[in-house]
């Protein structure tokens, strides 16, 4: 399984059901593939530019990642590389709260952290 585009209506890591929820979890939480999708939220990019941003991500995985991203209608080429879909745009929209919730998160596990030393 884990060689498979996670879609809904197939079985997927951690779920024979195929529910849509599962499989996008499936995708989203494979190496790099959020990364990817937050990168390409601003602009498209070359390949080179975003195995530059995404820093320690393999050619290899980065083209892995691309073309799974791609099969599930999330990011599609253009002149300028690789740039989101509408469907990926929205996808974005929907993730771009939980940067703003993971900075009040990681600030609130500091502040606690910091008080238990004290």
């Known amino acids: 399984m884990p060689n498979k585009v996670p879609l809904p209506d197939r079985p997927v890591r951690g779920s024979k059901s195929g529910k849509p929820i599962m499989a996008l979890f499936d995708l989203l939480g494979r190496t790099w ?34 073309n799974e991203l791609k099969a599930s209608g999330f990011v599609e080429r253009c002149n300028a590389g690789y740039q989101l879909t509408r469907l990926g745009k929205e996808l974005f929209g929907y993730l771009k709260p939980l940067g703003a919730f993971s900075q009040h998160w990681g600030t609130m596990l500091l502040h606690e952290s910091n008080q238990q030393k004290d």
């Open 33 to 66: 593939a959020l990364g990817i999708v937050w990168q390409l939220s601003e602009s498209p990019l070359t390949f080179r530019q975003l195995q530059e941003r995404c820093e320690t991500v393999s050619p290899t995985v980065l083209n892995k990642q691309l």
